[in-house]
């Protein structure tokens, strides 16, 4: 596990995107707890955290938000955000299909792509951590 503050930030913020974006989904689809933009909020919320959380520890850390973005931090991270630019293509697609056969209204699916587009580049890096290809 990083010892690096930057790097437990990082990992930390990842998993909340990801574990709030899950239970938002699960929420949804069970139809129990609070609306869907109550949701988004929640989400939004601890994503522009996040953000300012990371800001505050690089202006803190600055060694540490150097050893943070080495060369395998830096691939890690592009591939991630690689990976949710044609995961939110693929889900687009998908849903382009449902709105298009009328299994799905337009708004709605517009809506979902938020998400999507926000949990896909963390789950990633995620992945990337627990496989040791990242910190």
């Known amino acids: 596990m990083p010892v690096n503050p930057i790097s437990w930030a990082r990992l930390i913020g990842s998993a909340a995107i990801v574990v709030t974006t899950c239970a938002a989904f699960m929420a949804a689809t069970l139809s129990v707890g609070p609306s869907g933009l109550t949701w988004a909020f929640i989400i939004g919320g601890i994503a522009i955290g996040y953000a300012i959380l990371s800001v505050i520890l690089h202006l803190l850390y600055p060694d540490a938000a150097d050893a943070a973005w080495d060369e395998q931090n830096t ?14 293509l ?7 299909g449902f709105c298009l056969t009328d299994r799905m209204d337009p708004a709605h699916a ?4 938020g998400p999507v587009l926000g949990v896909a580049p963390s789950a990633h890096y995620l ?8 910190e």
């Open 127 to 134: 992945s990337s951590i627990m496989r040791g290809r990242a």
């Open 110 to 113: 517009f809506y979902w792509l």
């Open 90 to 96: 693929a889900v687009f697609l998908i849903f382009l």
């Open 75 to 88: 691939h890690a991270h592009r591939n991630s955000l690689i990976f949710g630019f044609w995961a939110v």
